[in-house]
């Protein structure tokens, strides 16, 4: 197997890499093995790549949670077409495409985050309202067993305007306290 050195201007990297991969002519050699991660020249991009990635399989595992369909592009000429589509779309070449597409990610996990947090939030109203309704149940049925029990009022219940009681003659009881059981 013969070796070839390959140098290309960086401002076509993108699109010599891209149409070498395509034709699958070429194997990367790691040839800085003795320079830091860190100070390699597309640490920030790779590490950019990697968040666009968290970002998108949260929106997928979003999507499988809430039973929404994904369809996935059949074959490389599909995915093909699909990229071309996006570059019309968004009026970007290829190598550009990334950026626009890392925005439009972001933008989507935020919408998704806050939905997220608006579901659980009334799912946590209903689950309130579901106690509240089951308390109101709970005192109905026990109404019978209060035999006519009115609260005690400081003054007997009469007052200037309501010199009947609290409600004109007729009791109500206004307020309840007591216990509910552990298992409730």
Do not use: H
């Not at 499988?64 to 369809?71: A, H, Q």
């Not at 995915?79 to 009026?91: G, P, V």
């Not at 939030?121 to 005192?139: C, G, M, P």
């Amino acid at each position: 197997m013969e070796l070839f050195k390959l140098t290309t201007p960086k401002d076509d990297a993108w699109k010599v890499i891209e149409m070498l991969g395509n034709e699958n002519l070429v194997q990367f050699l790691n040839m800085n093995l003795n320079v830091d991660v860190i100070k390699l020249l597309y640490t920030d991009r790779i590490k950019s790549c990697d968040e666009t990635e968290r970002r998108i399989l949260f929106l997928l595992n979003t999507c499988s949670e809430y039973l929404i369909k994904i369809n996935k592009p059949a074959d490389q000429a599909q995915f093909n077409q699909i990229i071309s589509f996006l570059e019309q779309r968004m009026s970007k070449q290829a190598d550009m495409l990334f950026d626009a597409i890392e925005g439009e990610v972001r933008s989507c996990e935020d919408f998704v985050v806050k939905q997220r947090d608006t579901i659980e939030e009334i799912q946590r109203n209903i689950d309130w309202q579901k106690d509240y309704a089951e308390v109101i149940e709970f005192l109905i049925r026990m109404m019978s067993d209060l035999g006519g029990a009115i609260p005690a009022q400081k003054d007997g219940g009469r007052d200037a305007e309501n010199p009947g009681g609290a409600m004109g003659g007729n009791s109500s009881l206004s307020f309840y306290a007591g216990t509910i059981k552990a298992d409730e």
